[in-house]
């Protein structure tokens, strides 16, 4: 615990972010010799307390985040404050991850394995779903239309890897205060990856560093909604979810389960709402 004129506790970190974009020569149609970005990808291995988890293909540029997001959405650990240090060496592509007492579980969520269709992570440990019945979101929370289109507007025009080399995925965390008011859908974390579990990681990751709470927040995606994107977002108490992309049939029922506002196929003006209608205030 800390003293309250204390710092809230974080774990050592290093800062070993990879350059997101490397330059290759491509041909183009006309024939013409050109020099063009391309996105990393680098094998990062996760070692918890000497013991191997697995491996993680990432762009590279939050991996200290990425390994602690990992831990906490796949329910490894309980608290950022379990954590003594992350350390990344790109030399040996591996992270170390050093808690306080071991992972709980460990060797029973690793013999059961689910593959996903997350690229740049092919498996969850354990049951996801287990646990989604105490899954509890605010339930005063609203999005309004103007705040949504807010974001929209925002995303688009953020400087993204994706506009300079395409092959990733983006996430962003955004403030849900009404639009017209300071800070309105203000984005708070903006991270991307050559997957978009691994971006959605990332994030979780640092919001348990920075003790940020998700129940006031928006949380945006570029990639589709499948049930484990879903269940990350209510797991970091986050009430709305929006993606550029399309739904899973079961991220779907998971999100009406939980009471998610789901929305998807979001560019410009238009979007779908599909869950959680209750919350949103489109006349507004």
């Known amino acids: 615990m800390n003293a309250p004129d204390e710092a809230p506790y974080r774990p050592l970190l290093t800062n070993a972010a990879r350059p997101s974009t490397f330059s290759v020569t491509a041909v183009d149609e006309a024939g013409v010799e050109r020099t063009t970005p391309v996105a990393g ?3 990062l291995t996760l070692f ?5 988890v697995l491996t993680l293909m990432t762009l590279g540029a939050a991996p200290e985040a990425l390994a602690i997001g990992y831990l906490r959405n796949q329910r490894l650990l309980a608290s950022v404050d379990d954590i003594v240090s992350v350390q990344v060496d790109w030399d040996v592509n591996a992270v170390v991850v050093r808690t306080r007492s ?7 969520k690793t013999q059961k394995r689910t593959r996903t269709t997350g690229c740049g992570q092919g ?3 354990g049951d996801l779903m287990e646990d989604i019945d105490n899954v ?7 999005l309004t239309r103007a705040t949504l289109y807010a974001l929209l507007d925002r995303v688009r025009v953020h400087e993204t890897i994706y506009k300079q ?3 990733v995925h983006g996430c962003a965390l955004a403030t849900n205060a009404p639009a017209g008011a300071a800070g309105a859908a203000e984005i708070l974390m903006f991270v991307e990856d050559v997957g978009r579990h691994n971006a959605v990681d990332a994030i979780a990751g640092r919001m348990w560093l920075d003790r940020v709470d998700g129940a006031d927040k928006i949380f945006y995606t570029t990639g589709r909604l499948t049930s484990e994107m879903v269940i990350k977002a209510a797991q970091m108490g ?3 979810l929006v993606s550029r992309s399309g739904l899973t049939q079961m991220g ?6 939980v009471g998610l506002t789901m929305i998807g196929r979001a560019t410009h003006r238009h979007f779908l709402l599909f869950t959680g209608g209750q919350r949103f205030r489109g006349d507004e």
């Open 41 to 43: 990808e680098h094998p």
């Open 123 to 125: 498996t969850v440990f």
């Open 165 to 167: 080399a395409g092959a």
């Open 48 to 52: 918890v307390d000497k013991q191997e």
């Open 102 to 108: 071991g992972l709980s579980d460990l060797e029973a």
């Open 136 to 142: 509890r979101l605010p339930a005063g929370a609203t």
């Open 252 to 257: 779907y029922e998971i999100a009406q389960k």
């Open 238 to 240: 986050i009430p709305f």
